[in-house]
Structures are given as C-alpha cells and as structure tokens.
C-alpha cells in the first residue's frame, strides 16, 4: 500500500479495537500506536498479551460493564461496542444521549478454522473455531469504511502505523481495507459450509456455489498476450496437485502451463506401472507404461516427435539422472513427478528456463469435481473417474480380442478418456501409436490417429471415447491395420458397426460408457 495522497483528507485515529486470534506483529503495532497516543480497547486474551507488556489497553469488559461469558463466546456483541464502529458523523445525538466511545479503525482476524480442519480435529472442535464475533466486527467496520478503517493482515500493521502518524487514512485506501476484509470474511464462509458440507454427509453436487481461492501474482497473461490472467489455488486441498505443488525451478508458470500440467498430471495417475504422458495443449501426444520410467519414456516421445518439442511431461514415479538427460536431450516446457533426486535436480538444472514441479507422493490423487466458467455462469460437474476394467467389457463380434490386444484396448480406454472429442486412440499394448483428437466427425479423428502413427497403424487397436455412428469409422481404421476396437457402443446403427467389424476379422468391445470430454 503506498502513502496516502497530499490532496485526499484523511481520517485520524484516536480510538482503535483490537481483537486476533493470530497475535503476529499485534504487540509492535500497539505499542506504535500507545506512542502515539490512541486508546486500545481489547478482548480478553489480546488485551491480556497487550498489557503484559506494559502497554496501555482497556478491556472490553470495562467498556461495556458486562462480562466475557460462555467460554469466550461472547464478548463483542454488545451496543456500546457495536454503536462505536457503526455510528456515523450524522449519529451524534444518540451517541452522545447513550455514552458511546467511537472506534476509528478495527483491527481483527479470525477463529482459526482452516487450522483445525488440517488437524482433522472432531466436529465439535471444529465448531467451536467458527467465529461469530470476529465476522461481526469486520463486517461492521467494512460497512462503516466512509468512517472507519477494517485491518485483518497483520503484512498492512506497519504501514498503516505510518498512515496513522501522518494524520489518518483516506478514503482509498479504506476502501482498499474493506474490500479485503469483506473478501475475507467470505472466503472464511465458505471455508466452513464447504467442510460442514463434508462432515454432515451432504450427498451430490451443492445447491448453490461458494468458490473461493488464495490469487497468485498476476500471470505473464493469459492464453493471449492482450488477456490478464491470474491463478487461485484451492486453500482447502491437500491431495497432490498442480495448485499446492512445489516449482523447483524454470521461468514462471503461465496461464497454459497450468492447464497443461493439470491435464497431464490426472493421466499419468490413470496407471500404476511407471508411466510418462507428454501434453501439449491439453491433450496427450503420447504415452506409455513400461518395467521402468526411461523405456516408457522412449515409447511416448516416439509417439509423435514433433509433437512433443515443447510439451508438458507428466511421470508417476520419482525422476532419476539418466531420466533427466532423455528429457533435457530436446526442448520441453516442463516436467511435473512426485520427486526428483538430487542427479536428476542437478542435471535438469541446465535448462534454467525448464518448469519443474514437484507434488509429493501421488498415493490419494483425486479429483473431486469439474468447474468451468461461462458467460455468466459456472457448470459444475462430478469428475470422470470411471473407468472399467477390459474384462468386464462385452465382446459383440465374431473374433474375440487376444491377450495383447486386451492390453492395448484397457491401456487406450484410460488416455482417451482423457482426448477432447471426438476421441481416438490407437494403442499398441501399453503404448499410443497414434492419436486423433477434438475434431467435429469420429471419421476425421481416425483419419488423423492414421496419419499420426509412426510407422504405420499396423497391428495396433483403437479406442474411441463415444460409439461410432456409421461403419466408415471402423472400415477406415481396418485400411490402416487396426485389429480390434473398444468402443461405448449405443448407436442406432450398432449392428452395421458390428458388421464392419467382422468383416474386417476385427474383434471390437463394448464398455457401455462414454468419455466425452469438451
């Protein structure tokens, strides 16, 4: 916060109400403001800090002549505390007919609630930290900003001291406190309905949304140069993610960085065997499982090459040196696991420039919904974590699928998922040949997995993300070498599909589920 403005009055302080439960900085600020000459006033346990240091503060119980009572829970919530932040200068009268002493700025923050649910602490202790004084002094004072100045980050004390010795606030910058303090009070709102929510067993997607989220410095932009962006991080999520990873090194993370990287990191825990997944605008170029992470590795670049210069690369298992010198070999925008030796630090530290996240162990990944904005509006939906295993599949053709091609179906069934529709992937065990991603006919996807396979589709099988509509998909994939097909089946024209299946000697499943993803 800068000074305030010669040209923009400013209001003096000479009467201040204290009251935090997190005490950082508090005793430095009322000193300053003792020297100065304002009054404290102060609940029981901050005034009881305050005083044993020999600072001048008066209790609220001496202002209001009424006890703190039911264990602390009430305190504040009286007229004469009350009247004193939200009087205005036209309420003289009644402020002088009932003696009450007006506050000129409050300073407070809340209960720790955040704190108690990271201890999975039981309900009644979790209700014990909602706080009901607190909000009701920050929304006071905030409501009352023409007047009064709302403080809740102890980072604005010293500043604000400044402020106050030079003569007072302005009305910018108590606009600037209550805005912070209004947004405060509501993230803490939602905080609690969000984990009474968890803890009363509310069933389904909320009736209503409450999004709150801790903003990061502005990004560079946003998709585009001439958009702003800026990232906000789940407080609340504890399990592995883009959000609460630490970036070890490399520039920073931009706007398609983190879509990238979000992308990449819920394929690659699809699996359990060492697997790599390469992004690149969010969608997969390639990947594969294997017995270690450098043969997985070699398998998903080879998927597509020129795709994957510049790409996001996703693993599921720590990264060692000998790792590290495949990724660095050509450019890449960024590598997210969940550890990275020392080797492997050390050599990726060549490519200063190279994003690097670390999310910890990836043992209770989940994803619990799916937010995306419209035009004024949000669409909230359960995350797709289906899936199914191959052996529950239906098999509708003459042929049934050999063992190898069944590892390669149950592997393409987990990434296209995963492959904005219209979705194909063809798969050869446990490996992505080619991949044909959001395009507006199924036919165009296969034609574009075709093309993409290195050296050719030959032996490979497909997975598609919705049924196929006409038999022109499975007489294309059958030209190209596919020999078999996992599809959600469901089409009017079923049969026709099945037909050209057979035709073709190929064995086809059905899952009875559907991937789209838009």
């Known amino acids: 916060m800068t000074s305030s403005p010669d040209n923009i009055e400013r209001r003096q302080v000479s009467r201040v109400l204290i009251s935090v439960s ?8 009322a000193k300053k403001l003792n020297k100065m000459g304002v009054e ?3 609940t029981g346990g901050t005034s009881q800090v305050i005083s044993d240091q020999g600072i001048n503060v008066v209790s609220v119980d001496t202002v209001t002549n009424f006890p703190e009572m039911m ?9 004469l505390i009350f009247g004193g932040i939200l009087a205005r200068d036209e309420d003289s009268k009644e402020v002088e007919e009932h003696n009450i002493g007006i506050f000129d700025m409050v300073i407070c923050n809340l209960y720790p609630f955040r704190e108690a649910i990271s201890k999975n602490l039981d309900l009644a202790s979790i209700i014990e930290q909602i706080d009901i004084g607190g909000p009701s002094l920050l929304r006071a004072a905030a409501k009352n900003h023409s ?11 010293d500043w604000i001291a400044d402020e106050i010795k030079l003569g007072g606030l302005n009305l910018l910058q108590r606009q600037d406190l209550a805005l912070k303090a209004f947004r405060h009070t509501a993230e803490y709102d939602s905080t609690i309905q969000f984990e009474l929510g968890s803890r009363f067993g509310e069933e389904g997607l909320p009736s209503s949304l409450h999004v709150t989220g801790l903003g990061s410095p502005p990004l560079r932009y946003g998709e585009n140069p001439h958009q702003s962006a800026i990232f906000y991080s789940d407080l609340l999520s504890t399990t592995p993610s883009v959000s609460n990873a630490e970036q070890i090194q490399g520039k920073q993370l931009s706007y398609n960085n983190l879509l990238d990287f979000d992308a990449a990191l819920a394929m690659v825990t699809e699996f359990e065997e060492p697997t790599i997944v390469v992004v690149k605008h969010n969608n997969p170029c390639g990947a594969a499982s294997a017995d270690n992470l450098v043969e997985a590795y070699n398998s998903a670049i080879n998927t597509d090459p020129m795709s994957s210069f ?3 690369i996703a693993l599921n298992r720590e990264v060692n040196g000998e790792l590290s010198k495949k990724i660095i070999s050509s450019f890449k925008e960024g590598v997210i696991a969940p550890s990275f030796n020392s080797e492997a630090r050390e050599v990726l530290s060549q490519k200063e420039n190279l994003r690097v996240l670390e999310t910890g162990p990836l043992d209770n990944y989940e994803r619990s919904f799916s937010l995306r904005s419209l035009d004024q509006g949000w669409l909230m939906q359960e995350s797709d974590e289906a899936t199914i295993d191959i052996s529950d599949c239906k098999v509708v053709t003459e ?12 592997f393409g069934w987990r990434i296209v998922k995963h492959v904005k529709s219209n979705a194909i992937v063809f798969t050869r065990q446990k490996c992505t040949v080619g991949i044909g991603a959001g395009q507006m006919s199924r036919i165009d996807s296969v034609k574009i997995a075709t093309f993409k396979s290195i050296p050719n589709a030959q032996g490979t099988v497909m997975s598609s993300d919705a049924f196929f509509p006409f038999r022109d998909g499975l007489d294309e994939a059958a030209k190209a070498g596919v020999t078999a097909v996992i599809q959600p089946g469901g089409s009017l024209r079923d049969q026709e599909v099945i037909d050209a299946a057979n035709e073709n000697g190929m064995a086809m499943v059905f899952t009875g ?3 789209f993803k838009h």
């Open 22 to 29: 997190d005490k950082t900085k508090i005793i430095d600020l």
């Open 40 to 42: 404290i006033v102060s």
């Open 71 to 79: 264990s602390g829970r009430v305190k504040t919530l009286h007229p």
């Open 147 to 157: 007047r009064v100045a709302v403080v809740t980050d102890a980072d604005d004390y």
């Open 310 to 312: 510049g790409g996001i």
């Open 399 to 410: 042929r049934h699928p050999t063992k190898e091609e069944l590892d390669g179906l149950q």
């Open 513 to 515: 589920m559907r991937h």
